[in-house]
Nanobody
Framework: HVQLEESGGGLVQPGGSLRLSCVAS????????MGWYRQAPGSQREFVAD???????TYSASVEGRFTVSKDNTENTMYLQMNSLKPEDTAVYFC?????????WGQGTQVTVSS
């Protein structure tokens, strides 16, 4: 079992940056996949980015080139650096983990991009 806690969300102006963090309750060294989804009001949850163990990170077309996912195994933490934010990036951002056939999700952190 893994518990996840996101932080770092908030209100930012268009063109600004935020860094989200996702802290896991145990070591992430052997986790198969860690990643981020987001859900805007009235929309389905959509894939943002992930970082599979031993493979390159992947990104949705809407964020590629602006967002960067990374992790620090020593801190049991995954990050999402978000640059050049747009109003359409406004959503609740969720981190997730897939490991040994099970999925775990955090509670989400709100990101609002508005002037």
């Amino acid at each position: 079992h893994v518990q996840l806690e996101e932080s770092g969300g908030g209100l930012v102006q268009p063109g600004g940056s935020l860094r989200l963090s996702c802290v896991a309750s145990r070591s992430i060294f052997s986790i198969d996949v860690m990643g981020w989804y987001r859900q805007a009001p009235g929309s389905q949850r959509e894939f943002v980015a992930d970082i599979p163990r031993g493979s390159p990170s992947t990104y949705s077309a809407s964020v590629e080139g602006r967002f960067t996912v990374s992790k620090d195994n020593t801190e049991n933490t995954m990050y999402l650096q978000m640059n050049s934010l747009k109003p359409e990036d406004t959503a609740v951002y969720f981190c997730y983990v897939y490991t040994k056939g099970s999925e775990y999700w955090g509670q989400g952190t709100q990101v609002t991009v508005s002037s």
